[in-house]
């Protein structure tokens, strides 16, 4: 909805004012999942320490003999454990999850109980490998309560869009049109008005307009044109003075698509990028959480795999897998495994098939309906389950389950020095280009996404992609 200018008051109306102060079902869902979270927390501090005190076998002599004093340590690191969480603001109303905050709440919690312990003169039986293995058990369960708890959030967000932060969007015609093309992406913000730019560009107009959009009970302002706002002063002072929130969106300032933190340079704001490589520790726990999962889905679906192959003899003769050399890591060339598709001679056709190419850009291959595919194929490919014996690959280190996808070498030899940027890691099996339109989506865009998945690793974004893959093959939209 687009707001004018009318004739009211110039008086300001102040939202923090608890006359308009309402409770509706994103605040009402805010708390529900901060109690729910600091419950579950709580629940698994306990349970930690319990196992801890049942299964310490090292200095059996020091460790807990009975209920009372069970119950006493416990009484003692809950309590302690959970005021340092909500001290750290763990359950505060944050747009994004800190991993590496929670994880600095809990140590600090362990060495808080260990001071309270030694300064107060309080005796526990309590030996020193019940302690270690309470902290590790700690920080396990609560870790993966809190990704279970993000997943299933996200997926309610996803479903149910009435609980997104409500917002205001300012800006030009042009540049609105861009910023919601972003905000609905996220599906984290409900846009509840749109306002010209044009029309509010002095102190009486922004107070109309104000005024006008206090019914709607937004949450925050997106501001998308702040070079073209005439009087940032005057707008910065009536939106503090009105207790909004706001931000700005630097939509056409071409800025890297990756988590930023705003710092302040003396008194000039500057947007902090940290490093983004999967190196290191990084890529030592991604590699961990590969062969962990890529074992487990081998041994799941081994029976329809092994249907499948058959299926594919009998479908049409040739191999029952397809290996194709594609470029990997810095740019080491590999074999990836797929279950054959086409008839045996596909890549002698495809060099007559180029002028039929229906990806935009040209340099990734793809068209419908193409006569290569077998009938066994089509169905294979629809539902992405050609890509399963890739799972060798993740195995033997060629690949992961999330990443860019590695290319032919016909692919690679037409990208430009930046794109081959994507080789700095893994490649994948999955990743954002497969669940963010697959076949429709064009070049350039699939190696914007790349770059995006690459500057924003984490382990819960493989895990929020891997399960985004299972809805888009369950879909089966954008694949031929």
């Known amino acids: 909805m687009l707001f004018t200018p009318n004739n009211v008051s110039e008086t300001i109306k102040d939202i923090r004012d608890p006359k308009v102060i309402g409770i509706n079902a994103r605040k009402a869902w805010s708390w529900l999942q901060a109690i729910s979270t600091a419950l579950l927390d709580i629940i698994a501090i306990a349970l930690a320490w319990t196992i801890a005190q049942k299964f310490s076998t090292v200095d059996s002599y020091l460790v807990i ?7 006493n340590i416990l009484w003692l690191i809950v309590p302690i454990n959970f005021c340092i969480m909500v001290a ?9 999850s800190s991993y590496s905050n929670l994880l600095k709440a809990i140590c600090l919690g362990q060495i808080t109980v260990l001071l309270v312990i030694f300064l107060s003169g309080m005796e526990f039986s309590i030996s020193r490998w ?27 967000k996803s479903r149910f869009d009435f609980w997104g932060r409500r917002i205001l969007l300012l800006g030009t015609k042009e540049d609105t049109i861009k910023a919601k093309q972003l905000i ?14 044009s029309i509010c560009q002095n102190r009486q107009e922004w107070i109309k307009i104000l005024n006008q959009t206090e019914g709607y009970q937004f949450d925050e302002i997106f501001l998308c044109s702040w070079e073209k706002v005439k009087n940032p002063i005057s707008l910065s002072w009536e939106l503090k003075s009105a207790g909004i929130n706001w931000r700005v969106l630097a939509v056409n300032l071409k800025l890297p698509r990756q988590w930023s933190q705003m710092t302040m340079l003396g008194e000039m704001p500057t947007v902090r990028f940290g490093s983004s490589a999967i190196v290191g520790i990084d890529f030592w726990c991604k590699r961990i959480f590969d062969l962990s999962v890529s074992g487990l889905l081998l041994a799941t679906l081994a ?9 594919v003899k009998l479908d049409s003769p040739g191999c029952i897998f397809y290996k194709q050399d594609r470029v990997g890591l810095r740019g080491q060339h590999f074999q990836v495994w797929k279950f054959r598709t086409m008839v045996e001679n596909a890549n002698e056709l495809q060099k007559t098939l180029e002028i039929k190419n229906e990806i935009k850009g040209g340099i990734l291959f793809k068209i419908k309906d193409d006569p290569r595919i077998t009938k066994i194929g089509k169905f294979l490919r629809r539902h992405s389950l050609d890509e399963l014996p890739q799972l060798i690959n993740v195995l033997r280190g060629e690949m992961s389950l999330v990443g860019p996808r590695p290319l032919p070498l016909r692919d690679v030899a037409r990208l430009s020095p930046c794109q081959l940027l994507r080789h700095e890691v893994l490649p994948g099996i999955t990743g954002l280009w497969q669940v963010s339109g697959r076949s429709n989506t064009d070049s350039e865009e699939v190696f914007n996404l790349d770059f995006v998945y690459i500057q924003n ?5 493989d895990l929020q992609i891997l399960l985004r893959t299972v809805q888009t093959v369950l879909d089966s939209k954008g694949a031929y």
């Open 184 to 197: 609905d992406l996220t599906k984290a913000y409900k846009i509840q008005t749109i306002v010209d730019l």
């Open 130 to 156: 019940t302690f270690i293995l309470g902290w590790g058990l700690t920080i396990v369960l609560v870790c993966s309560e809190k990704i279970v708890g993000d997943l299933a959030t996200i997926q309610i």
């Open 303 to 311: 029976l329809p795999m092994l249907l499948i192959a058959v299926v």
């Open 457 to 461: 690793w984490s382990l819960i974004l």
């Open 88 to 96: 750290s603001g763990i359950y505060e109303d944050n747009e994004s």
């Open 65 to 71: 003999e009975s209920l009372q004093e069970e119950l």
